[in-house]
């Protein structure tokens, strides 16, 4: 199992970016996706899911409005397009693949990526 996320970088507040996670070595259609961020001294936080079946989204609440998951199954790549972002939005962002349900806890999450980093400045 291989997750690569792409896509980070520095912007300012207010800005946008477009995270990318390509996937290999499992049948990617068969398994719900989540990102998730990890911001120097504090705990991994589930920021958001899609499943694998029918395309439902879960987001936390800290990013539900400004952010949007999205996935192409032809591709094995998973999409997380941040609008409006905050200088708290500043972390290492990695996506993973879920055991089960889609879930924004990480107990349910098995296989994730070496994460990609965002900084958001004010």
């Known amino acids: 199992v291989q997750l690569v996320e792409s896509g980070g970088g520095s912007v300012q507040a207010g800005g946008s970016l477009r995270l990318s996670c390509a996937a290999s070595?499992?049948?990617?259609?068969?398994?719900?996706l989540c990102w998730f961020r990890q911001a120097p001294g504090k705990e991994r936080e589930g920021v958001s899911c899609i499943s694998s079946s029918d395309g439902s989204t879960y987001y936390a609440d800290s990013v539900k409005g400004r952010f949007t998951i999205s996935r192409d199954n032809a591709k094995n790549t998973v999409y997380l397009q941040m609008n409006s972002l905050k200088p708290e939005d500043t972390a290492v962002y990695y996506c993973?693949?879920?055991?089960?349900?889609?879930?924004?806890?990480?107990?349910?999450?098995?296989?994730w990526g070496q994460g990609t980093q965002v900084t958001v400045s004010s």
């Open positions: 070595g499992f049948t990617f259609h068969y398994y719900a």
């Open positions: 993973a693949r879920v055991v089960g349900v889609p879930s924004l806890e990480p107990d349910e999450w098995d296989y």
